[in-house]
């Protein structure tokens, strides 16, 4: 399949799934609604991960290209961290945190593997 727009990517359609998912968490959730900047720093990671995909797609080079996916990866190790957090803290249970988590596994997987193949295709 040809990529012809951000919204083609994978990667960035994932991503999109784990900010939804995120956003239905924090609106289910009391605590996080209380916790203002905590939950600003969730939904900013959150977001970061997609945008940096759909910016770095609109560069047009792959060096560039590559170098937003590893933002967007980083947002989401970010995301992680946040995530630890919020189950140390007991503001998410351990069945939503894996299911959370999962989903950012799952993006960091498919983000890895469209840098493997812009390095090796580029």
Not at 84 to 107: G, H, P, S
Request: charged content about 30%; proline content about 0%.
């Amino acid at each position: 399949m040809k990529i012809c727009r951000f919204e083609d990517i994978l990667a960035w359609q994932e991503a999109r799934l784990l900010t939804n998912i995120v956003f239905k968490f924090l609106r289910e959730n009391r605590e996080m609604q209380k916790s203002y900047r905590f939950r600003d720093q969730i939904i900013s990671s959150a977001i970061s991960v997609m945008a940096n995909i759909a910016e770095g797609f609109s560069r047009k080079s792959n060096k560039e290209f590559i170098r937003f996916l590893f933002i967007s990866k980083g947002s989401l190790s970010e995301l992680q961290s946040h995530l630890y957090v919020a189950l140390d803290q007991e503001i998410l249970k351990e069945k939503r945190f894996n299911e959370i988590y999962q989903q950012t596994d799952k993006v960091a997987r498919f983000i890895s593997s469209f840098i493997s193949y812009l390095l090796r295709h580029g």
